[in-house]
């Protein structure tokens, strides 16, 4: 038997349509060039060139490493900064072998439900203020990117997009999205490298089939400068890749590796692959993290041509802390653990080494 479809009353009696009145009362957004004129990028020629020697690493045309390293998501901007001019005297010291890149990410991707990162709710309070969160956030990617550092950073709502891509470098599409067709139509018009991480499962069919979508081009809604939804046309990435993050097993090992080399070739696609040292390949425990470089390291230190880069989750202190603490440390992450400082620089330095055996073998 046929259930009859309510009627539009039926529905307007269980959810009401917004009346004029409740949307007057809705929260106007800056438009993204308002943004950037309240929050500028200086100098903005620099994102252009790190852009041009992140995708030179990844095709292998500068023999140096890629490392994406920062914390899980940034949730409090003072202690980021302190922690990126950390960064910043590590990858200048270390940039004959590493392109350093900080993991600036502002958006958290949830299962379910919790705190969705700073720029929706900069409060980590569970409390929604997006308007302010957008100022917030592209003050501290200004600031970062002032450091000198390449900046990587996670895009979760396409929406958001236009007003932080203009300071990126080197963009993520996660686990979570990789599937999505609206992320890989925005990574088709990113102009950045753009890594695909494999879906939580651990399988990286979809992620592959994600970096050949990208790199087509595609015709795809965003908003302009002035915050008007517009038609954007794409010309295709022609710097997506693989990111290997794990799944409910690691992923990291040399056969691993070495499938998702043939994977790629089977697919038309360069075997260039970025490995993401935390997430499954650590089962989410900061202190599995350095055994999972220190391999990479041998591998790429073998020589292994493949091995574009590697992915750190470091922040100032070790460990993580729950979102809703009655006091939260700035120092320490609200999301993923992480690793400290401290631990971090001696696998900055191992994976230059690393970097420096396979480029310059004998020397």
Known sequence: MTRPLPAPADLAAVRPLPTPADLATAHPLPTPAELASAHPLTPAAAVARHRDTVAAVLARRDPRLLVVVGPCSVHDTTAGLEYAALLADAAERLADDLVVVLRAYLEKPRTVTGWTGLLTAP?????????RGLHLGRSFLTEAAATGLPLAYEFVDPALAPYVADTVSWAAIGARTVASQPHRHLASWLPMPVGMKNCVSGST???IAAVRAAAHAHTLPGLSSDGRLTTLQSAGNPDAHLVLRG???????????????????????????????????????????????ADLAGQ???GDPSLAGVMIESY?????QDPDARVLRPDVSVTDSCLGWSRTEPLLEGLALASRRRSRPGG
């Open 205 to 207: 069919d979809t992620a």
């Open 247 to 293: 799944g409910p097993a690691p992923n990291y090992d040399r056969a691993s590796i070495a499938r998702a080399r043939s994977a790629l070739a089977a697919s038309g696609l360069p075997e260039r692959i970025v490995v993401d040292a935390s997430h499954g390949n650590s089962g989410k425990d900061h202190n599995r993290q350095p055994a999972v470089v």
């Open 123 to 131: 409060s980590v309070d569970g409390k929604g203020d997006l308007a």
């Open 316 to 320: 100032l202190s070790d460990g993580r």
């Open 300 to 302: 790429i230190a073998d």
